[in-house]
């Protein structure tokens, strides 16, 4: 996964984290967190908030 798969990690960040509430994760971990998935595999340096928003809003339309 990269991070332009945005509602793919959205998918697995709501498995990974079922009692979270997204609106609630500051971007510092969900960072972390995609870094964290198993099939995440791209450059870290290609994050920015941009993303990091979309990710957050596609993974609240998931819950």
């Given at each position: 996964?990269?991070w ?6 959205a ?18 971990d ?34």
């Amino acid at each position: 996964m990269k991070w332009t798969d945005i509602n793919d990690i959205a998918i697995e960040l709501a498995e990974a984290h079922p009692e979270t509430d997204p609106t609630r994760v500051n971007f510092v971990d969900l960072r972390d967190w995609v870094l964290a998935l198993p099939d995440f595999n791209d450059d870290p340096a290609h994050c920015g908030e941009k993303i990091l928003e979309a990710i957050q809003q596609a993974w609240m339309d998931e819950s």
